[in-house]
C-alpha cells in the first residue's frame, strides 16, 4: 500500500506564511509528478501547483510568486511553501502524487488534506 500524509497547516493572518509537507510511503518504484491542490467550501477542487520528476513546475495563476513547490525525491516528499497568504487561499490542501508499484501499475494517490485557515 501506498500513503501520502501532509503536515504544516493551520492558522495564520493575511499576509503571513506557511509550508506545507507531504511525504508519501510504501512500496513505491519510482513518483512521477507530485502536487498540490485545494478545496474551498462550496467550490470545486484546483490545483494549486504541480512538480514532476524532472524538476519542471507550474502554478495556477493565483498563487504565481506568492507559493513555491519544491520536492525531496530523495525522501518522496513534496513541500508547498506559501507565502503572502491571502483570506481567498482558505481551503483544504490536498496532496497528490503519481506513483508507480512494484506490480507495474501507476495511480494517482492522494492525502487526507490538511486546513490551511487565513484570516483577514
Known amino acids: 500500500q501506498v500513503q501520502l500524509v501532509e503536515s504544516g497547516g493551520g492558522l495564520v493572518q493575511a499576509g503571513g506564511s506557511l509550508r506545507l509537507s507531504c511525504a508519501a510511503s510504501?512500496?513505491?518504484?519510482?513518483?512521477?509528478?507530485m502536487g498540490w491542490y485545494r478545496q474551498a467550501p462550496g467550490k470545486q477542487r484546483e490545483l494549486v501547483a504541480v512538480?514532476?520528476?524532472?524538476?519542471?513546475?507550474n502554478y495556477a495563476e493565483s498563487v504565481k510568486g506568492r507559493f513555491t513547490i519544491s520536492r525531496d525525491n530523495a525522501k518522496n516528499t513534496v513541500y508547498l511553501q506559501m507565502n503572502s497568504l491571502k483570506p481567498e487561499d482558505t481551503a483544504v490542501y490536498y496532496c497528490?502524487?503519481?506513483?508507480?508499484?512494484?506490480?507495474?501499475?501507476?495511480?494517482?494517490?492522494w492525502g487526507q488534506g490538511t486546513q490551511v485557515t487565513v484570516s483577514s
Open positions: 510504501g512500496s513505491i518504484l519510482t513518483i512521477l509528478d
Open positions: 497528490s502524487a503519481q506513483i508507480l508499484v512494484p506490480a507495474k501499475l501507476l495511480d494517482d494517490y
Open positions: 512538480m514532476t520528476n524532472g524538476a519542471s513546475r
